[in-house]
């Protein structure tokens, strides 16, 4: 048996990415998980089996996906960056040596993304980058209908949009979009301290169960392009408002 490591600290987040050259900044929107705690968390409240196959995007240096591989079959981690794909394999292999052949790392878009490598992805579960959250998800629900479940670390506004209710006055598109495909809500809310740097914003979790669209003789695309021309007449005051800096912002953790 191989000896592990650990999950990722502090320290090791730093070490790796002074090795990588990456210096994170908040101006760049580069922030990184650096409390252990945080990522149990997360993967315990995604409530996954040992037969689940998942999806995580924007693994980074591999924070959560350490804490991913001794629960599931297998992790299939989409990168965009290609520093940080290639570093990946070679931290799971340093740190889980007996667990490092259930990753397999892809690097790719995930907005791309139309099929995985190996057996169908059941779980998404991922710490997902701000200002793609959403359009990530939506996606990955519409090209891998295999996937059940979800567990997703984001900006908090954007928590509160994805599990809005009819009626209430952040209810929007991705609020109705999500719930054609399934059941969101708040999982928990997530402070700034367990990132390095530390983000000018707070974090939530949303899990998500997938069920069977309404029945509609409209396509869903139809019915989606409908939902957004309606949406976009309400007054602007019904939306929260956003910075243009925070809705840019891009973390990678």
Not at 155 to 174: C, H, L, N, S, T
Request: charged residues 20%; hydrophobic residues 45%.
């Amino acid at each position: 048996m191989g000896k592990t490591r650990g999950l990722l600290g502090p320290a090791d987040v730093r070490e790796l990415t002074a090795r990588l050259g990456i210096r994170p900044t908040k101006t760049l929107g580069q922030n990184f998980v650096i409390d252990a705690n945080t990522v149990r968390r997360i993967v315990r409240s995604a409530a996954l089996s040992p037969d689940d196959v998942v999806i995580e995007v924007g693994p980074g240096l591999g924070s959560l996906t350490l804490a991913l591989l001794p629960e599931v079959r297998r992790v299939v981690a989409v990168e965009i960056d290609p520093a940080l794909a290639a570093e990946l394999p070679a931290t799971a292999a340093a740190r889980e040596p007996d667990l490092a052949a259930r990753l397999e790392v892809v690097h790719a878009d995930a907005m791309k993304i139309t099929h995985v490598p190996g057996p169908d992805p059941t779980a998404l579960v991922a710490n997902l980058p701000y200002n793609v959250a959403v359009p990530v998800v939506l996606h990955l629900l519409a090209t891998l209908p295999s996937l059940r479940t979800a567990l997703v670390m984001v900006q908090a506004e954007v928590a509160d949009r994805m599990v809005a209710r009819p009626g209430g006055k952040i209810y929007g598109v991705p609020s109705v979009k999500l719930a054609w495909y399934g059941d969101a809500r708040r999982a928990g809310a997530v402070g700034r301290a367990v990132f390095w740097p530390a983000p000018n914003v707070d974090s939530g979790l949303v899990a998500f169960t997938r069920r069977d669209p309404p029945p509609s003789a409209a396509s869903r695309a139809g019915v989606f392009a409908v939902v957004a021309a309606a949406l976009a007449q309400r007054p602007r005051l019904t939306h929260i408002q956003r910075s243009p800096r925070s809705a840019t912002r891009c973390h990678r953790r």
